[in-house]
């Protein structure tokens, strides 16, 4: 099976969960311990790391992986999220897009996510 065939939903897909995502991250800004939001910036990271690995773009699979590990640890605390989280999580969408453009442009991501996925680690790790 040729994975190309099937870029442009991929595309399409990762747009839309990055359209989600920006908006998830409006509303948790808004509210910091809204943790249905926080349930819903989980799903999108599962989602986008499923669909990238499947396709082949390790790098984004790597930072939606740690996003989504990021996420889990939030999920059913009742404190709000922190603003340090919050950044780097604004930081993973503008990459994620950077990301996607990259792939619609080349066939292939070329950011490097490695600063922002030691961000999201040390995040993790408290």
């Known amino acids: 099976m040729d994975v190309s065939d099937y870029l442009p939903m991929f595309l399409a897909e990762a ?25 819903e910036i989980f799903r999108i990271a599962h989602s986008m790391k499923g669909m990238s690995a499947t396709m082949g773009f390790a790098r984004m699979a790597s930072l939606t992986h740690e996003m989504e590990s990021v996420m889990e640890g939030l999920r059913g605390r009742s404190e709000a999220m922190e603003q340090d989280s919050l950044n780097a999580l604004f930081g993973c969408l503008d990459t994620l897009e950077a990301m996607t453009d990259e792939i619609e442009a080349e066939g292939t991501e070329t950011t490097d996510p490695t600063e922002l996925i030691g961000r999201l680690k040390a995040i993790r790790t408290g």
Not at 19 to 31: F, S, T, Y
């Open 15 to 39: 747009r839309e969960h990055l359209q989600n995502l920006n908006l998830a991250l409006v509303k948790i800004e808004q509210d910091p311990a809204d943790g249905e939001t926080v349930n």
